[in-house]
């Protein structure tokens, strides 16, 4: 799948283990999985911004597609 603006997606921090929910907010590069996330953190009072790259196998940091589930 590419990348759009508006889709909801996974950001993994460095370190945290876990992921939180995030929503892509400007799409540099499609190609490339290059977007601007607006990201969901459960404990901050300001959801924050960063630009990233679509996380690879082995990568600690970035941001993937969460498991679709047939519920």
């Given at each position: 799948?590419?990348?759009?603006?508006?889709?909801?997606?996974?950001?993994?921090?460095?370190?945290?283990?876990?992921?939180?929910?995030?929503?892509?907010?400007?799409?540099?590069?499609?190609?490339?999985?290059?977007?601007?996330l607006?990201?969901?953190?459960?404990d901050?009072?300001?959801?924050?911004?960063?630009?990233?790259?679509?996380?690879?196998?082995?990568?600690?940091?970035?941001?993937?597609?969460?498991?679709?589930?047939?519920?």
């Amino acid at each position: 799948m590419k990348p759009t603006i508006g889709r909801i997606v996974w950001w993994w921090a460095d370190g945290l283990g876990m992921p939180f929910a995030a929503i892509i907010v400007r799409v540099f590069d499609a190609e490339t999985g290059s977007v601007r996330l607006r990201i969901f953190e459960d404990d901050e009072d300001e959801d924050r911004t960063v630009d990233a790259m679509e996380r690879r196998p082995g990568d600690t940091t970035g941001w993937e597609w969460p498991p679709r589930t047939n519920a």
